[in-house]
């Protein structure tokens, strides 16, 4: 167990919907960072916070947003949902802001869609 | 540009046998290089990390080999067990106005008993 939690575990949607993915960090941990992982594919950065505040950008899609609350949660909300959209939602936490960082990776949320 | 070429991108050996994973990278600045495993139906843990000041870092049966000259370091798993099966990821920052952490396409790494 890494520390990480992630909710909810599975989601299933139609295209067109929108969802929200939620992340809590570690104790401690000011980073919050979200990745994209599909079938059989590797680990596509898409966002990082870091105590609130945007940090690092990636392959994000306009479709998609985040962000970190005070209480350093985070949450990526994905609209206009389509079927490429269906994958492992991964978030990861670390202390710091840079990636020399280790990165503490959730259990990971599956999402479907339909 | 902004990526790290991982390869091969399946591997399969027999148990006992070592298992050399290699990647490459772009940006001469990067000084930290994680890999991190990641297990079937699992999420993806550090394993080893090498920083640039070094150029070899070992644990146990799992070592990494940093040539900055050649911009590539390489995972190396000695006497491999079947529990070694799983992918395995490299990492470099990258710096595009921001650094990030950029992670190459990842190997399969099957151990057959």
């Known amino acids: 167990d890494s520390g990480v939690t992630q909710t909810p575990k599975h989601l299933i949607t139609a295209t067109g919907q929108r969802v929200t993915l939620r992340c809590s960090p570690r104790?401690?941990?000011?980073?919050v960072y979200w990745y994209q992982q599909s079938l059989d594919q590797g680990l596509q950065f898409l966002i990082q916070?870091?105590?609130?505040?945007?940090?690092a950008k990636g392959n994000i899609l306009e479709r998609f947003s985040a962000q970190q609350f005070p209480d350093l949660h985070s949450e990526l909300n994905l609209s206009s949902l389509e079927l490429g959209d269906s994958a492992l939602y991964f978030c990861?936490?670390?202390?710091?802001?840079?990636?020399?960082?280790?990165?503490?990776f959730g259990p990971g949320t599956r999402l479907t869609v339909l | 540009g902004e990526n790290v070429e991982q390869h091969p991108s399946t591997l399969s050996v027999q148990e006992g046998d070592s298992a050399v994973i290699k990647c490459t990278y772009s940006?001469?600045?990067?000084?930290?290089f994680p890999w991190y495993k990641q297990e079937l139906g699992k999420r993806p843990q550090l394993i080893i990390d090498?920083?640039?000041?070094?150029g070899e870092k070992k644990d146990q049966r799992i070592a990494v080999t940093l040539n900055k000259t050649a911009k590539h370091f390489s995972l190396h798993i000695t006497e491999t067990q079947p529990e070694d099966s799983a992918v395995y990821f490299c990492?470099?920052?990258?710096?595009?106005?921001?650094?990030?952490?950029?992670f190459g396409t990842g190997t399969r790494l099957l151990v057959s008993p």
């Open positions: 990861a936490s670390s202390v710091g802001s840079g990636p020399h960082n280790e990165q503490f």
């Open positions: 104790s401690g941990d000011l980073s």
């Open positions: 916070y870091y105590n609130g505040e945007e940090r």
């Open positions: 940006d001469s600045a990067s000084n930290y």
């Open positions: 090498i920083r640039s000041n070094v």
């Open positions: 990492a470099a920052p990258v710096n595009t106005g921001f650094q990030k952490l950029v």
